[in-house]
């Protein structure tokens, strides 16, 4: 898990190609470089290497967070043996224990380390752009084969792991965090109609302009879930460094602690570096009360009273982070700042607290629970989408008037749930682009928390799309047919969000790059493709199953098949979303942070935000309670903040 960085000379159409710079100027390219990895040293503290093509048309940089093989031969850019093939890998690759004594067996290639990312150079040597097909994990790498003059950057299958790209003056940059290009000729500008289409959020858009740019029964349907989740959690135990888990205490981390543990003290597997004999280790984050961190009132169970239950269930190691109000706000910019986009929510300075818990205790690697409820079917806006359209895979029993009675009281309880946490409850509207993915309801509560209500008038002067049609543009019309003619609504909707929602925002601000933030490697079991494709295809009846008058539960098919390794409670909980909550105090710290933030001088730098809008923000979220009013104001303080720490300009009609 690491920060990579490259600058690539694009072809000059008079000429063969070109430098990126004069004949004598590889120091200048080298303190370019220099410049771009010292941004995202979080991501890998322990080392840094830089190469330059002799031509001086290719620069790779990276900095390395060690995992696999913590000697020398590790550190990157990673080069073949005979010196025509070069790469930088970003994340974890599984399984290459026995690709790499496959390879030597077949190919005879020469490994120069134990580096599990070594295995990039030489399936493509082996398999030339086939070589994709066979790597396994959470990763983003780019190689340049000499001999060919061929760049390739790819990611996972999730995106998991961040890759961006941007064209600027005749050189295609690519790093792993956007922040990255700052040095490297990139001027930051807001791409306006992005956010006010939530293309950053549902395609391949960014809040940045210039291309800153993924026959059988229910027991052994079980049964191959059971089987694949054990086999995803044993391929990313694997490490020359101490793993531990994240444990909330919901049933998605607990699965992953159980597994683990099962793997360790009943299968003697080592946790990484940590011998099998030892007890696995967990971390999870205890907020005060008053903080608003618990999910209800002051007489309610916190997540980390359940995890504690959990840790003691397992016989498992537990470390708790006493987190406050003033913490959280203490942590806001830095969190922003690494983000690099937008949160409605304040889970993500959490999730950010979280990650320094770890590393102060001496790990690197942490599994996470991310992934569980696109996977599974978790969410709550999904049961409008299951009854939506008759499970004709699968008898559940559910009477078709039924069906269609409770698909009717789903929608309505969802738009009424989206008013209460201040986002749009208008999930009944239809759109041109909604009614293309088969009128999904997942479609209309997917952009419910877009600003729109604080852009600055000039705005529509851009024409926006309705960000309905944003999400369905995304999708490819191979997919659109398949939705259409093949698909369960259900597996529709779980495609567009895990496409948006997921890979732009929860991978990213609770997950990659909160965790990196803290040169942590979170490594995410439920995204094997493996266990994803599997899950795929299980009936829609058996992910969220009808339980006659006591009414649904959901990510059934994930509850049975680990049932025997989790708590009764853990087992039997209501899903209760990782969010923060969105009422504080006035004259609070988080009070007292936005309103620094929230000027009118601020806004007025920004551009696109209109004071007007915003200057009433703050009594209504803090003062009045208003929910909408509060997420508001939290959203525009992170664009301040982002305004100030990347140099922004002023956003403009022109």
């Known amino acids: 898990m690491c920060g990579i960085s490259a600058i690539v000379a694009l072809a000059d159409p008079a000429q063969d190609g070109h430098r990126l710079r004069g004949d004598n100027d590889q120091d200048a390219l080298t303190r370019e470089m220099e410049d771009s990895l010292q941004l995202i040293k979080h991501r890998g503290p322990d080392s840094n290497g830089i190469w330059i093509n002799p031509d001086q048309r290719i620069v790779f940089g990276h900095n390395r967070l060690a995992i696999n093989d913590l000697s020398p031969r590790g550190n990157q850019p990673l080069h073949s043996a005979d010196g025509t093939i070069h790469a930088i890998v970003n994340g974890e690759l599984y399984g290459y224990e026995k690709l790499k004594a496959d390879l030597v067996q077949s190919t005879g290639y020469q490994f120069l380390s134990n580096c599990d990312s070594e295995i990039v150079l030489a399936l493509y040597e082996a398999y030339g ?267 559940s029993g559910l009477p078709e008037n039924k069906r269609l009675s409770m698909f009717n009281t789903a929608e309505a309880e969802t738009a009424g749930w989206h008013g209460v946490i201040g986002a749009n409850g208008e999930v009944q509207s239809m759109s041109e682009g909604r009614c293309k993915l088969n009128g999904i309801t997942t479609v209309a509560t997917m952009p419910a928390f877009n600003p729109s209500s604080v852009f600055a008038d000039w705005t529509t002067s851009l024409h926006p799309l309705n960000p309905q049609d944003v999400i369905a543009n995304d999708v490819s019309p191979i997919v659109i047919e398949k939705m259409q003619q093949t698909w369960h609504t259900i597996n529709t909707a779980q495609y567009v969000w895990t496409k948006g929602h997921l890979a732009n925002q929860f991978l990213s601000c609770l997950g990659d790059r909160t965790e990196m933030a803290h040169s942590i490697e979170g490594r995410t079991p439920f995204l094997d493709h493996h266990v994803a494709e599997y899950v795929n295809n299980i009936p829609p009846s058996l992910k969220v199953k009808w339980n006659g008058d006591e009414g649904f539960t959901r990510k059934y098919a994930l509850r049975e098949a680990m049932k025997s390794f989790v708590t009764q409670e853990a087992y039997e909980r209501v899903k209760h979303p990782y969010s923060a909550p969105i009422s504080y105090p006035v004259d609070g710290p988080l009070h007292k942070l936005l309103g620094k933030l929230l000027t009118k001088a601020n806004m007025e730098q920004l551009g696109f935000v209109a004071w007007d809008k915003v200057k009433t923000l703050l009594d209504r979220g803090f003062g009045k309670k208003e929910a909408l009013a509060a997420r508001l104001a939290i959203i525009v303080a992170q664009w301040v903040v982002l305004a100030q720490r990347f140099g922004i300009a002023t956003a403009s009609q022109a």
């Open 129 to 395: 752009l086939r070589f994709l097909q066979y790597l396994k994990g959470e990763f983003a790498f780019c190689l340049y084969d000499s001999r060919k003059k061929l760049f390739i950057a790819a990611r996972d299958r999730y995106g998991i792991k961040p890759l961006f790209w941007t064209i600027q003056k005749q050189r295609l940059l690519v790093a792993a965090e956007i922040k990255a290009f700052l040095p490297l000729g990139w001027q930051p500008e807001w791409d306006v109609r992005s956010l006010v289409e939530g293309g950053w959020n549902f395609d391949d858009r960014t809040l940045f302009k210039d291309g800153v740019r993924d026959v059988r029964n229910e027991s052994d349907i079980l049964q191959g879930v059971r089987d694949r989740l054990m086999e995803a959690v044993r391929v990313r135990l694997r490490a020359d460094v101490p793993i531990g888990v994240y444990l909330s205490g919901g049933i998605d981390s607990s699965v992953i602690a159980g597994l683990a543990t099962h793997l360790s003290k009943d299968l003697g597997t080592n946790i990484g570096s940590i011998p099998s004999k030892d007890r696995v280790t967990c971390f999870c984050v205890q907020f005060d009360k008053t903080s608003g961190f618990d999910e209800s009132g002051s007489d309610a169970l916190t997540f980390a009273d359940i995890a504690e239950r959990t840790a003691e269930y397992l016989g498992v190691k537990l470390h708790k982070h006493h987190m406050n109000e003033e913490a959280i706000a203490l942590r806001f910019e830095d969190a922003t700042w690494h983000c690099e986009h937008h949160n409605r929510d304040l889970n993500y300075v959490g999730k950010f607290a979280l990650s320094e818990v770890p590393r102060e205790l001496g790990f690197k690697v942490v599994l996470t629970g991310e992934g569980a409820d696109e996977t599974f079917t978790g969410y709550q806006e999904y049961l409008p989408d299951v009854l939506r359209e008759a499970d004709m895979a699968w008898d």
